[in-house]
Structure formats: C-alpha cells, structure tokens
C-alpha cells in the first residue's frame, strides 16, 4: 500500500485542495504495465514512491534493519514554457534509516531538493533513482542500493528471485470510494541482498532479505481516514504477505484495506478486507519524542491460507520523527515472525509501518 509520509508532505505543500492536482492522472481501471519501464517515473501522476526495506545479516551474526525511500512529488505539470535548471516541477524528498537491532541503536534521516543541475531525479534512460548519493542503480535485473551517511554507509546488490507483484483489483489498488482514489502499486516481494554495511566506523559484510514498493497516483485518502497500519512478510516457505489496515476516525478499519498473497512460484493472490485480520497483542512502545503510543506486536490471520503469525520487533524505537508540528512521526520498522500453516511451523521477517498513533492523520486543514 505506502501511503506515506510523501501524502501528507504533498498536502502541506500543495494545500490538500490544490489547483494543480487537475492536471495529473487518476489511477483507474485500464492501465497496461509494462516492465522495465514502470519501475521508473511516471510524471503524468502527481504522486510517486519508491520503497526499500530489507532485513539483513553480518557475517559474525549481527541483524539489522534498513529503509530507503525516494519520493517525488509533482508540483506543476505546466508545458507552455521550457523549464530553466532550478524551476520546481517535482519535489524530490528522501528517507534513509537503520535499525541496529542487536545494537539497540535507530538511526534516521531525511532530504528534500528539486531536480537542479542533477541533484536529484529519476531516469529511465539511465536506470537510475536518486537524491544526492543515496541511489538504485538498475541492471539488466539485479539493482545496486547505495546509501552514505554520516554514521553509516550501505550498499547492496539486490537480486529478484521473483516477478514483480501488480496489488488490488483490475489493476488498482483502491484505498477510498470513489474514482481514481487508489493507486498503482507493484513490488518485488523477495529480493536477494548481498553487500557491505558500514556503522561508526566498523565494516561488515551483509546478507539477507529486502522488499520494493513502487506506487504512483494522484489522489488517494479522504479526511475521515485517520491512520494505517502497513505490513510486509517474508516467510521461510519462500511466500510473501503485504496486508494493510486503513483506520477512520470512529475506530472501524476501513473496508478498503487488503493484502496480497504471493506464492513460492510467484503468482499472486488478492484478498479482501474480510479474508485476512490484523489484531493489535498487547506489547506497546510510547515514543518520548511525540508520546505517541504504538502497538508494536501484531497477530495476524488468514484463514483460507491456514495461516496464523504473531508479529514482533526486537527494536521497539524505530519511530521517524517529524522536524515540525505540522508533519506527524510514523514508525515503520523490523520485524519478525512465528506462527503456523496449518499444523507446520512458520516463520519469517518482516517490516511493519504505522501511522496517525502520535495525533490522527489530517489531509485537509
């Protein structure tokens, strides 16, 4: 799903009930993907993320956590003039973070910048995504992660060992009534992350796990949608879950929420709000920062898959702050995973994201 940070950024920026939003695309039925190209930009829709998380492993058995996401947000789609180096047509905004699970250390930052001289962008031409030196490179498949620090520096090699995964129905992942309030949404469910990894100085050689999420949109939440809460899974079975709950501001979950099954051939599998549930256990984490109070433990259910997990992090504080009152936190971090499929065992990891727990979500002032 991602409805991320970027959302309510945009709406900030462009006063939620922008003019400018007319002169972009609606996600609907009828879109004909097409790959490689609809892993890059899409400047016809006003909103658009690219999505990395994974869990990784040092060779001496240290576990770590990352997120790299790149957003870029469509300010004006004005054709009548040439656009001179520095005018602003997308907004570039990206966040970088680590979670030093075994360290019990979470380190977040984040960028904004317009295009400029090369600043930051998205080429098809050039297989590239960027903002400064945090970047993907494509390949003809495989992809190169870089992302350099302050504190720390990572790169990997990111090898699919599965198609890409098109979420929803018809094409769309639908998040609210009405036309066009959805998004299209592809990842990469299970991608082989081999490189190196660099904290305060100490080198490590780094293998595991990571997941891509790429959408692209123009309109999606209404102002009744408070929060949501975002899960991706991993599982040893070598199958995928991506579920998403939608919360409203009397309490429901929004009967647009849903999650897609992908299986250890790679076909995937749409389900409904009513097919899986997200049930918040008893653990929580309360930010000192926001004071926000976050259910950092989840049981989830499935039934037709047989599937029954309890989710849990070994960092409870992976909360990304926002620099101002106006922007809310979220916390999106690792996880992990036991349970069952019917009578054998499962396991796996994960990353879970949630949002509108420090003050609800608001889209328009």
């Known amino acids: 799903m991602k409805i991320k940070l970027l959302a309510i950024v945009a709406a900030l920026l462009l006063l939620v009930t922008n003019p400018f939003a007319a002169q972009y695309r609606p996600a609907i039925p009828g879109y004909r993907f097409e790959f490689p190209r609809d892993y890059f930009d899409h400047p016809d829709f006003q909103t658009e993320w690219w999505y990395y998380t994974g869990n990784l492993k040092s060779a ?121 309030h959805a998004s299209y949404y592809i990842s990469l469910t299970r991608l082989a992350a081999t490189g190196q990894l660099d904290v305060n100085g100490k080198h490590f050689e780094v293998s595991g796990l990571a997941w891509m999420d790429h959408e692209f949109f123009t309109h999606q939440l209404e102002a009744d949608q408070v929060g949501w809460d975002w899960l991706s899974l991993q599982l040893n079975d070598s199958t995928e879950l991506m579920l998403f709950h939608i919360r409203r501001k009397d309490g429901s979950v929004d009967s647009f929420s849903s999650a897609t099954y992908v299986d250890a051939q790679g076909k995937s599998t749409h389900l409904r709000n009513t097919d899986f549930s997200l049930e918040p256990l008893a653990e929580k984490w309360t930010s000192p920062v926001t004071r926000g109070t976050y259910p950092i433990a989840w049981k989830i259910a499935v039934p037709k898959l047989e599937i029954e997990l309890d989710a849990h992090t070994p960092l409870p504080a992976q909360e990304l702050t926002g620099k101002t009152s106006l922007v809310p936190s979220y916390w999106e971090g690792a996880i992990t995973l036991e349970g069952r499929r019917g009578s054998k065992p499962l396991s796996g990891v994960g990353y879970l994201e949630m949002t509108g727990y420090d003050r609800a979500i608001k889209l328009a002032p």
């Open 60 to 180: 001496n058995g240290q576990h770590y956590g990352f997120e790299l996401t790149f957003f870029r947000q469509g300010v004006s789609r004005d054709q009548t003039t040439q656009p001179a180096t520095w005018d602003m047509r997308d907004l570039y905004i990206a966040h970088l973070a680590l979670s030093d699970l075994d360290g019990q250390k979470f380190y977040h930052y984040e960028r904004i910048n317009r295009a400029g001289p090369g600043i930051a962008g998205v080429s098809q031409s050039t297989a590239r995504i960027w903002n400064g030196n945090w970047q993907i490179q494509w390949g003809n498949s495989d992809q190169k992660l870089q992302a350099i620090e302050k504190l720390f520096q990572l790169r990997l090699n990111l090898h699919p060992e599965k198609p890409s995964v098109i979420h929803g129905e018809n094409g769309v992942s639908q998040k609210s009534e009405g036309v066009g």
